[in-house]
């Protein structure tokens, strides 16, 4: 909830502080918008930029693997090595042809955990791994306070340039010493996958031939499957948003952030597909579909402001290359991120990248990380808002960022 102190806070601090702030950040940063959209569970990547000039992924994917572009279902082609899920025709790919779209895959952290809850606060935190961390401070909210007047002390003094959070609670992202006012735009609710009705219908069909038997004991595993893994599915989203109604839940913070906010986060479950994904069509592409249209209803709210406007999707990890034995992927490593802006350099597949083969997959099993995450919004960070260095490593202790001149 929104609480009264901070809506006053927010208010008072509008008419003045996108002027304030421009003394500490680059030409025009005082005009420009972040949203930070965490997608809880931690995705499929090899579904969304699909990697088409890979024959291991269509061998270690007989049943999930997205087809090459051309064939029924193929993938949107986007470069030679690369192409994008299909139901993201009308939503991404024309962002992604007018350049206001990038990926940057092989992205993500060297936390080895591979558990949602270690890699999301790690993330959010934004500290170096393996020291001891400090749950009151994500980076989120020390790029706030770099980008706010300070004090005598150092401190962050009033609020000038202003943060929201579009979450039930202040996510870790956000913790600090800048006083962050949340808020929880929809509650969301929705689950993809085939029904008990669809799935009696199917049992249905081959009653009374060879195939009764092994159908009816291939939905009794999956059930079963589905019992054990719905606990941890549940718990990874950590009460995110659901993808079903993503659009509305967009276009509210989109005209939020178009008149008063300038940084904003918001957190969306429902990735933890271990048990029957899809491949073109099914429960992921589903959750695609509607990610997308959110995300192209938040750029057309922008309105005027998408132009300075900057989107940055994140997972905590990617899943595994190959598929498991039950139609879905199981915790991984690297990941992909999406960039999306009216001003973007974007229409490419950005940062470090390498071939796809048995043999440079990480520990035989996952997307290696070649592009550090904290590196890559440094490195944003430092474009959009003007940051030095030493700023960039306040933001992320040790880290120097890497500038992919995606702005």
């Known amino acids: 909830m929104l609480h009264r102190r901070h809506l006053l806070q927010a208010l008072g601090a509008s008419a003045l502080g996108m002027h304030s702030a421009s003394a500490m950040a680059a030409p025009g940063a005082q005009d420009a918008r972040f949203l930070l959209v965490f997608l809880r569970g931690g995705y499929d990547c090899a579904s969304l930029l699909v990697p088409t000039a890979s024959s291991y992924y269509y061998e270690t994917r007989p049943n999930i693997a997205i087809p090459r572009p051309g064939q029924d279902g193929g993938a949107l082609p986007l470069t030679a090595d690369w192409g994008l899920h299909p139901v993201l025709a009308d939503s991404m790919l024309p962002l992604y042809q007018q350049r206001q779209l990038a990926f ?16 999301q606060d790690s993330m959010e935190l934004g500290q170096p791994v393996g ?35 579009f979450t039930s609670t202040l996510p870790l992202v956000l913790r600090g010493a800048v006083d962050v006012p949340n808020t929880l735009l929809s509650a969301g609710a929705g689950r993809g996958g085939v029904d008990a009705r669809q799935a009696q ?57 178009q008149a008063r906010y300038q940084i904003g986060f918001v957190d969306v479950g429902g990735w933890d597909t271990h048990v029957g994904q899809g491949a073109a069509t099914g429960a992921l592409a589903n959750r695609f579909e509607e990610l997308g249209r959110g995300l192209a209803g938040f750029a057309d709210e922008m309105g005027p402001a998408w132009k300075s406007t900057v989107v940055v999707v994140v997972s905590e990890f990617g899943r595994t290359f190959r598929e498991n034995g039950n139609r879905g992927t199981d915790h991984g490593h690297g990941t992909v991120f999406w960039v999306l802006g009216g ?41 959009m808002y003007g940051l030095n260095a030493a700023a960039v490593a306040r933001v992320f202790p040790r880290t120097k960022g890497t500038d992919l001149r995606l702005v």
């Open 343 to 383: 001003g973007l350099s974007g229409g490419r597949v950005a940062g470090e990248q390498q071939n796809l083969n048995a043999s440079t997959l990480f520990q035989n099993r996952d997307y290696p990380v070649l592009n550090d995450y904290r590196a890559v919004l440094g490195g944003l960070f430092a474009r």
């Open 104 to 119: 940057v895959p092989f992205a993500g952290t060297d936390d080895l955990s591979r558990s949602h809850f270690d890699t």
């Open 201 to 257: 219908l199917i049992e249905s069909m081959y009653r009374g031939t060879p195939l009764a038997a092994p159908v009816a004991e291939g939905f009794a595993t999956r059930e079963e499957v589905a019992r054990t893994m719905q606990g941890e599915m549940e718990a990874a989203s950590r009460n995110a948003l659901s993808t079903k109604g993503f659009e509305g839940t967009a276009r509210r913070m989109a005209r939020l952030m």
């Open 131 to 165: 020291g001891r961390r400090d749950y009151r401070s994500g980076f989120l909210n020390r790029l706030v306070a770099e980008l706010n007047p300070r004090t005598g002390n150092n401190t962050p003094a009033t609020v000038m340039l202003q943060p929201m959070a």
